[in-house]
């Protein structure tokens, strides 16, 4: 059970019982679930890697490419959103010379999300998400205005 409702639950927590939870049986809600622990944590490499593998258990084989995904349920879209977001994280670790492909990814995931639902990821409709933390959501907007 996700325990993110309840006073002083820590993130980190919450993580490793989805951890548990996926090993016990995956499923892409876990696997964003525990993207945006990590995200939440600081760790957008880790969540880069959950939700690749959210979008492998998706049936999706890729690279992170969204561009060749004709399918995109509720699901994948917040899958393609926390990769937009960890796209944008990770290019600010990287050298100058090499952060614009990483930006050009997460506007792309970004463009691929609003196509399809513009509405639902709009940041008053992400703070009813449970998976969405603020920091999230305040990095998704600073996103869209790009």
């Not at 980190?12 to 499923?27: F, G, N, Y």
């Not at 939700?51 to 399918?71: F, Y």
Request: hydrophobic share 35%; proline share 5%.
């Amino acid at each position: 059970q996700w325990i993110a409702g309840e006073q002083g639950a820590k993130v980190e927590t919450a993580r490793q019982l989805w951890d548990k939870s996926a090993q016990a049986e995956p499923t892409p809600t876990k696997y964003n679930a525990i993207g945006f622990a990590y995200y939440s944590e600081g760790k957008p490499d880790r969540a880069e890697q959950a939700w690749l593998t959210a979008l492998r258990s998706l049936g999706t084989v890729t690279n992170g490419q969204a561009t060749s995904d004709p399918e995109l349920p509720p699901e994948k879209l917040t899958t393609y959103a926390g990769l937009a977001l960890a796209a944008i994280k990770l290019a600010e670790q990287q050298p100058i010379s090499q952060q614009g492909t990483s930006q050009k990814e997460a506007i792309e995931h970004r463009q691929l999300v609003l196509e399809r639902d513009r509405d639902g990821f709009q940041p008053e409709a992400l703070r009813k998400n449970w998976m969405w933390s603020e920091t999230a959501i305040r990095d998704w907007e600073k996103l869209l205005k790009r």
